[in-house]
Antibody
Framework: VQLVESGGGLVQPGGSLRLSCSAS????????MHWVRQAPGKGLEYVSG????????IYSDSVKGRFIISRDISKNTLDLQMGGLRIEDTAVYYC?????????????WGQGTLVTVSS | ETVLTQSPGTLSLSPGERATLSCRAS???????FAWYQQRRGQAPRLLIY???NRATGIPDRFSGSGSGTDFTLTISRLEPEDFAVYYC?????????FGQGTKVEIK
């Protein structure tokens, strides 16, 4: 299992960015997937998740209405479209695979991609 | 949303010593949905313990977890140099799957 995030970078406040997570070694559509972020020097913060059947998409209150989680089955990738970016969105964003089933631990993590929101 | 509070914020210990980390939930939670993660400097987090007391694949037996209701504990029986890291608890039985703020285990 490997998760590789991409798409991070420097963006101005109010701007947009699209993160992508390329999954290998498993079929992404069979698992619940998540994004977790970590601001510099801070702890882990849950951002968003999508169920394996795509019927449920979850967002933290801090990103609701600004971020959209999605999947591309043909590419086996997980995406996070981020809009209305704020300085407090600056963080390393991790792509996370949940263990098979429902309400399971986060068993695989990518290495993360850094998003910096600054003018 | 269940809020998780970890203590202490920092634990200063020597290699070979025992480490005891605590996590308290704001309401009673299912012990079947409680986990601990380790994050070494510059690395992504990795799963240590799930279901309160089950070690993840490849985790040495010096790591153990216990607890129920609102109080959970991670114990490292004898600290090895690679164990000095930050540890996070997580409740994954409801959305969002929240994390505690972390406990840093540092070398004394």
């Amino acid at each position: 299992v490997q998760l590789v995030e991409s798409g991070g970078g420097l963006v101005q406040p109010g701007g947009s960015l699209r993160l992508s997570c390329s999954a290998s070694g498993f079929t992404l559509s069979r698992y619940h997937m998540h994004w977790v972020r970590q601001a510099p020097g801070k702890g882990l913060e849950y951002v968003s998740g999508i169920t394996s059947d795509e019927l449920h998409k979850i967002y933290s209150d801090s990103v609701k209405g600004r971020f959209i989680i999605s999947r591309d089955i043909s590419k086996n990738t997980l995406d996070l479209q981020m809009g209305g970016l704020r300085i407090e969105d600056t963080a390393v964003y991790y792509c996370v695979k949940e263990e098979a089933g429902n309400w399971k631990p986060f068993e695989n993590w990518g290495q993360g991609t850094l998003v910096t929101v600054s003018s | 949303e269940t809020v998780l509070t970890q203590s202490p914020g920092t634990l200063s210990l020597s290699p070979g010593e025992r480490a005891t980390l605590s996590c308290r939930a704001s309401q009673s939670v299912s012990s079947g949905n409680f986990a601990w993660y380790q994050q070494r400097r510059g690395q992504a987090p990795r799963l240590l313990i799930y279901g309160t007391s089950n070690r993840a694949t490849g985790i040495p037996d010096r790591f153990s977890g216990s607890g129920s209701g609102t109080d959970f504990t991670l114990t490292i029986s004898r600290l090895e140099p690679e164990d000095f890291a930050v540890y996070y608890c997580q409740y994954y039985g409801s959305s969002p799957q929240t994390f505690g703020q972390g406990t840093k285990v540092e070398i004394k």
